[in-house]
Structure formats: C-alpha cells, structure tokens
C-alpha cells in the first residue's frame, strides 16, 4: 500500500513524472528528452527506483497500474505516456508538445 500511495502521490505533484533508474540507457535518453521541452522543470519529478528503498514495491505496482514492467514510465498529467520509445515517438510526431503545451 506505501509504494501505491507512494507512486500515486509522485504522480500527482508532478506535471511529467518519470520513473527510472539511475544505470538505464533508456531512461538517460528519455530524461534528456524530456529536459530539452519548453517545460518549467520544476514541474518536472523523477524519481530513480534503484535510489529509493520501496523501488521494487513502486515498480511493481506501476505494472499493475500500467502493465508496464520496464523503465522509464513516464507519465504527463496523470496520463501513463509509456517508456522510452513512446516518448520518442510522440516527440517526432508533433504529439509530444501538444501534451506539454499548457504545463
């Protein structure tokens, strides 16, 4: 229940919420992505499952909630975006800044 409540409250307080890991190619690229949008980045939380000690509790109840097991899992508004490639897809599709645009 704390990594619920954990998760659901990181979600909440942040406009573009990433989970990721701290050693994870994807989610380096994903964060650099993501640093580079017109976007105050103090809406901007990420929190490393590797750095915090309900890490696997989180990430497991992010499967639950999104059927995804993998990191990144990026969220803007409340809305599960997906991972890494996701995300690159909405960039390059124009999406990515529709999604943004009124944080």
Known sequence: MAAK????????????????????????RAKGVISELKVDQKKVGV????????????QNYLLEKTGQRTVPNIFISGKHIGGCDALLKAQSSGELDKLVASL
């Open 5 to 28: 409540q954990a998760a659901e409250k990181f979600i909440t307080e942040h406009a573009i919420a990433v989970f990721s890991k701290s050693y994870c190619p994807y989610c380096t």
């Open 47 to 58: 929190m490393e499952l590797d750095e915090v000690n309900n890490g696997g509790d989180i």
